[in-house]
């Protein structure tokens, strides 16, 4: 069964730093997507960006970035100048290509952004 | 706005009794997608129903059930209500099944509820 692991459960930076959210995964794919959705106190979910993992370039979005390291299993999210409507719940997911394509999620990473 | 409706926001309801949530997904999407996140269990994977048809059942409890109607909308039936079920529940809509690039999941607002 796939699993995701996000092993931090909290973070902090201050306001235009950049800070690294770290994502682990296990499956016996080779193709598959992995995400990162935002969940600010509204706790409406919303997608940040996505990596498919057939794609060796990583993915950015504006001022949030991937590194997908294929081999290792691993999706860090970085975030540059980090701005104060960055500060949520960061999840880390999962799905297949082929087939049902559940989400599945890590245990999420608090973020603060320190003014 | 991600152009998934849920309703209602909020519930409040019994331990033992029955409640629906409904979930319009975004025009155009087929697939529509159930989610609920609590405390101790985090977010998981209800069921999936595309085109009016089950296509994936997660840990979905017996007490729960789906159905996905011949406009597309979906709505998840909680029966017999335990403390336990209290949480978020999210819907969230794609254009596909499976296999799509461009199939990425919108989510709803969620519908919480809480069972007293």
């Known amino acids: 069964a796939q699993t995701v692991t996000q092993s931090q459960p909290e973070m902090s930076v201050q306001e235009a730093e950049t800070v690294t959210l770290s994502c682990t995964y296990d499956?016996?794919?080779?193709?598959?997507?992995l995400f990162w959705y935002k969940q600010p106190p509204s706790r409406q979910m919303i997608l940040v960006i996505r990596q498919e993992a057939y794609k060796q370039q990583n993915a950015t979005e504006n001022r949030f970035s991937v590194n997908f390291q294929k081999a290792a299993k691993s999706f860090s999210l970085k975030i540059s100048d980090s701005q104060l409507g960055d500060a949520a719940m960061y999840f880390c997911a999962y799905s297949v290509i082929q087939g049902a394509q559940k989400l599945v999620f890590g245990q999420g990473t608090r973020l603060t952004i320190n003014p | 706005d991600s152009g998934v409706t849920q309703t209602p926001k909020h519930l409040i309801t019994a331990t033992g009794q029955r409640v629906t949530l409904r979930c319009s997904p975004r025009?155009?999407?087929?697939?529509v997608y159930w989610y609920q996140q609590s405390l101790d269990q985090g977010l998981q994977f209800l069921i999936q129903?595309?085109?009016?048809?089950?296509?994936a059942k997660g840990n979905i409890l017996e007490r729960f059930s789906a159905q996905q109607f011949p406009d597309l909308h979906s709505e998840l039936n909680l029966s017999s209500l335990e403390l336990g079920d209290s949480a978020l529940y999210f819907c969230?809509?794609?254009?596909?099944?499976?296999?799509?690039?461009?199939?990425?999941?919108?989510f709803g607002a969620g519908t919480r509820l809480s069972v007293l």
């Open positions: 129903y595309y085109n009016g048809e089950e296509r």
């Open positions: 025009s155009g999407d087929l697939s």
């Open positions: 499956t016996s794919e080779s193709d598959y997507y």
């Open positions: 969230a809509s794609s254009p596909f099944s499976s296999g799509r690039a461009e199939n990425i999941q919108y």
